[in-house]
């Protein structure tokens, strides 16, 4: 299955901090995104990664992508209160997007 | 601009009642949709998808149907509930001919007692 796997499963940071999470998979993907999830609401989509780039960026969100090591990292950088929520990766090889259970976020002020 | 609508917010229903949850987009034509469900604390199953009137794929066997009588909307139905159909359920959409970015509904937290 190409389902992420994101770890840790929960973090706690310091309002400030920076938060790193890893997600991995197991097959072949086209592209790898991240969603974020705030408590009983839908998912937003954040960054979308193709299978042939290694980084990129979006405001403070960044993210990298190792095909070899079927693995990627999300980084928030100088978190912020509204950060607290639960992260996915979805891995993606045609119209599925296969989540994990995802990383839940909480900054602390 | 887009956007999706769901219907309803939240619905308690008891065992072996019938389900129906409507799900609308606006501001596209011909999206691909997904029906999704969330388990408490868990990852995004998906249910089925649709790209496209009457096409439906199921990714599951299950007690849930899909049906997508029209461009833009989507309704996951059931004949008889069972306990395990708890949960939170996501509609999204995405672009005709891409998979990629999904935009997902507010959700329904539909509790089956």
């Known amino acids: 299955s190409q389902q992420g796997e994101e770890d840790p499963q929960a973090l706690s940071i310091q309002e400030g901090e920076n938060a790193t999470m890893n997600c991995s998979y197991k097959?072949?993907?086209?592209?790898l995104q991240w969603y974020r999830q705030n408590s009983g609401r839908g998912l937003v989509h954040l960054i979308l990664?193709?299978?042939?780039?290694r980084e990129k960026h979006s405001g403070r969100l960044r993210v990298t992508l190792d095909t070899s090591k079927k693995s990627s990292s999300l980084l928030i950088t100088a978190s912020r209160a509204a950060d607290t929520a639960s992260y996915f990766c979805a891995p993606s090889n045609d119209y599925k997007l296969s989540f994990g259970a995802g990383t839940t976020v909480t900054v602390r002020a | 601009s887009q956007t999706i609508h769901q219907w309803p917010a939240t619905l308690v229903q008891p065992v072996g009642s019938p389900l129906s949850l409507e799900c609308t987009v606006e501001?596209?034509?011909?999206?691909?949709l997904y029906w999704y469900r969330q388990a408490a604390g868990r990852g995004l199953q998906l249910l089925f998808y649709s790209v496209g009137i009457g096409q439906i794929s199921s990714e599951v066997p299950q007690n849930l149907s899909a049906s997508r009588p029209q461009d833009r909307q989507f309704i996951l139905s059931s004949k008889k509930l069972l306990l395990s159909d708890s949960g939170f359920y996501l509609c999204?959409?995405?672009?005709?001919?891409?998979?990629?970015?999904?935009?997902f509904g507010p959700g329904t937290r539909l509790t089956v007692l």
């Open positions: 990664i193709r299978s042939n780039e």
């Open positions: 501001g596209t034509s011909n999206p691909n």
């Open positions: 097959t072949s993907i086209n592209n």
């Open positions: 999204a959409w995405s672009v005709m001919g891409s998979h990629n970015e999904q935009f």
